[in-house]
């Protein structure tokens, strides 16, 4: 219990319930007129005419400092506090007792307890209260579970003491603190420790089965934890790291990586998708690319206690973009050697993107030209652009095949025959989504102009 009860317990040990004398008509007490013994000496009183001048006013001073100690305690104690006699009428109540029952303290006073406290912890509390009458011993922090108006469940701490008049057992001192709250943190702090044992568990099972290797050092890179698919890029079990440094583990495949653990350490900043390169002692004769980020591990005063270590394996990642780059390369050539170009118009963005052999097709840079479908129209020869336009129309409304032949015409004025195959796209829903095509010079007998009919196909 908090320290303001135990200061009610030393005082009702000092001043005896034959000492004080409760009455209903207010918070006063009222001594007796015997003096009142220091703790530790004899409860008899002394003979006035064997104290020595001035002890008798010494002693009634020190008691009348006790009972406004008293006083004090009982009037401001963040605790309700309250004496009952044997049945159990109230003789005393302070403030804060009173208003856990919802009366003031006059509504209390001369009252038995199954009159003011409230229904849903009355029986509880009228069985204690007899019980340590009945057993003269005290209840200490007993816990005491109610409902407030049918909703909010509230928590007490409940005390209770016999008061003692030459041995028999008058009355009652209790002590009642609220710890609702205090309950709820607990629950809180309760739920709080489960969720982290779970995310805990499941945090060691990414660890654990992680498909990129993890690891953390120190400052000497030591190694301090370690996961299964690290430690097998390493060529050694798990435990064989643990306590031993990158250097001395992996030597060859360290070097690249050791630096910049440094940098973090020294720096703070995490460091990301840095790509290394190396043979691990686990696949010597194979070269591994990695995809490396490193994270800085703080301790409470913010500083770097050590670095998490994240290797991604891209070998395979980075030979399939190296095919795929030399592929698209000699398609690159052999369109070019061709005279094929490539174009995609994104219907629903309105955007028309061209190949750089379809640049190359019409006589045009990059930086001069952007594409869209209004400009590709007014290179259409003029007397195809109905052609066009309903070829165009026929594929987005109804999925016509798009393929025909006709002319376009470049800056210098020459007739470019053509043909030009697309496919459509639809959304989900049914949209026309991308128009995706191929554009192919066709043979041509010299250069025409426009309106020149003999070089229209």
Same mark, same amino acid.
């Given at each position: 219990?908090?320290?303001?009860? *135990?200061?009610?317990?030393?005082? !009702?040990?000092?001043?005896?319930?034959?000492?004080?004398?409760?009455?209903?008509?207010?918070?006063?007490?009222?001594?007796?007129?015997?003096?009142?013994?220091?703790?530790?000496?004899?409860?008899?009183?002394?003979?006035?005419?064997?104290?020595?001048?001035?002890?008798?006013?010494?002693?009634?001073?020190?008691? /009348?400092?006790?009972?406004?100690?008293?006083?004090?305690?009982?009037?401001?104690?963040?605790?309700?506090?309250?004496?009952?006699?044997?049945?159990?009428?109230?003789?005393?109540? *302070?403030?804060?007792?009173?208003?856990?029952?919802?009366?003031?303290?006059?509504?209390?006073?001369?009252?038995?307890?199954?009159?003011?406290?409230?229904?849903?912890?009355?029986?509880?509390?009228?069985?204690?209260?007899?019980?340590?009458?009945?057993?003269?011993?005290?209840?200490?922090?007993?816990?005491? *579970?109610?409902?407030?108006?049918?909703?909010?469940?509230?928590?007490?701490?409940?005390?209770?003491?016999?008061? /003692?008049?030459?041995?028999?057992? =008058?009355? $009652?001192?209790?002590?009642?603190?609220?710890?609702?709250?205090?309950?709820?943190?607990?629950?809180?702090?309760?739920?709080?420790?489960?969720?982290?044992?779970?995310?805990?568990?499941?945090?060691?099972? +990414?660890?654990?089965?992680?498909?990129?290797?993890?690891?953390?050092?120190?400052?000497?890179?030591?190694?301090?934890?370690?996961?299964?698919?690290?430690?097998?890029? *390493?060529?050694?079990?798990?435990?064989?790291?643990?306590?031993?440094?990158?250097?001395?583990?992996?030597?060859?495949?360290?070097?690249?990586?050791?630096?910049?653990?440094?940098?973090?350490?020294?720096?703070?900043?995490?460091?990301?998708?840095?790509?290394?390169?190396?043979?691990?002692? #686990?696949?010597?004769?194979?070269?591994?690319?990695?995809?490396?980020?490193?994270?800085?591990?703080?301790?409470?005063?913010?500083?770097?206690?050590?670095?998490?270590?994240?290797?991604?394996?891209?070998?395979?990642?980075?030979?399939?973009?190296?095919?795929?780059?030399?592929?698209?390369?000699? +398609?690159?050539?052999?369109?070019?050697?061709?005279?094929?170009?490539?174009?995609?118009?994104?219907?629903?963005?309105?955007?028309?993107?061209?190949?750089?052999?379809?640049?190359?097709?019409?006589?045009?840079?990059?930086?001069?030209?952007?594409?869209?479908?209004?400009?590709?129209?007014?290179?259409?020869?003029?007397?195809?652009?109905?052609? !066009?336009?309903?070829?165009?129309?026929?594929? $987005?409304?109804?999925?016509?095949?798009?393929?025909?032949?006709?002319?376009?015409?470049?800056?210098?004025?020459?007739?470019?025959?053509?043909? =030009?195959?697309?496919?459509?796209?639809?959304?989900? #829903?049914?949209?026309?989504?991308?128009? $995706? #095509?191929?554009?192919?010079?066709?043979?041509?007998?010299?250069?025409?102009?426009?309106?020149?009919?003999?070089?229209?196909?």
């Amino acid at each position: 219990m908090p320290a303001c009860n *135990n200061k009610v317990k030393t005082l !009702v040990a000092v001043v005896p319930a034959s000492r004080m004398c409760f009455h209903p008509g207010g918070m006063g007490g009222r001594p007796s007129q015997d003096p009142i013994p220091e703790p530790g000496t004899t409860s008899e009183p002394t003979p006035a005419e064997e104290l020595p001048a001035g002890a008798s006013a010494s002693v009634e001073a020190q008691l /009348r400092d006790r009972i406004r100690e008293l006083e004090a305690i009982y009037r401001y104690t963040p605790v309700g506090l309250s004496v009952v006699d044997r049945d159990l009428r109230f003789v005393r109540i *302070n403030e804060r007792m009173a208003s856990f029952n919802g009366r003031s303290v006059e509504e209390h006073l001369g009252r038995r307890m199954e009159e003011v406290i409230p229904l849903a912890a009355r029986r509880p509390a009228i069985a204690l209260a007899r019980g340590v009458l009945e057993s003269g011993r005290p209840v200490l922090d007993f816990e005491l *579970n109610t409902e407030w108006r049918g909703a909010a469940r509230l928590t007490w701490l409940v005390s209770c003491h016999p008061l /003692r008049e030459d041995g028999e057992v =008058t009355g $009652l001192l209790t002590v009642l603190q609220s710890v609702t709250y205090l309950k709820r943190a607990e629950e809180e702090a309760r739920a709080a420790e489960v969720r982290a044992q779970r995310q805990y568990a499941e945090f060691e099972l +990414l660890y654990r089965e992680a498909p990129v290797g993890l690891a953390m050092v120190d400052r000497e890179l030591r190694f301090l934890r370690v996961n299964e698919t690290m430690a097998r890029l *390493n060529g050694r079990d798990v435990d064989d790291h643990l306590g031993r440094s990158a250097p001395e583990m992996v030597p060859e495949a360290a070097e690249p990586i050791c630096s910049l653990v440094d940098r973090v350490f020294a720096t703070g900043e995490p460091l990301r998708d840095r790509e290394v390169s190396a043979r691990p002692p #686990g696949d010597p004769l194979r070269d591994y690319t990695w995809l490396l980020n490193l994270h800085p591990v703080l301790d409470g005063s913010g500083g770097v206690r050590a670095v998490l270590v994240v290797l991604q394996d891209v070998t395979r990642l980075k030979r399939t973009q190296h095919e795929l780059r030399a592929v698209t390369e000699r +398609l690159a050539r052999a369109a070019h050697l061709a005279g094929v170009g490539s174009w995609e118009w994104d219907i629903l963005e309105d955007r028309v993107w061209w190949s750089e052999e379809l640049y190359q097709l019409m006589g045009k840079r990059r930086t001069d030209f952007i594409p869209s479908m209004n400009g590709v129209f007014d290179l259409v020869h003029p007397d195809d652009r109905g052609r !066009v336009r309903e070829q165009i129309n026929a594929t $987005l409304e109804r999925d016509e095949p798009y393929a025909l032949e006709f002319r376009m015409v470049l800056d210098d004025g020459t007739v470019l025959p053509v043909h =030009t195959a697309a496919s459509l796209e639809r959304t989900p #829903g049914g949209r026309p989504a991308r128009l $995706l #095509g191929t554009v192919q010079s066709m043979p041509r007998n010299g250069s025409a102009r426009p309106g020149d009919e003999s070089q229209v196909s």
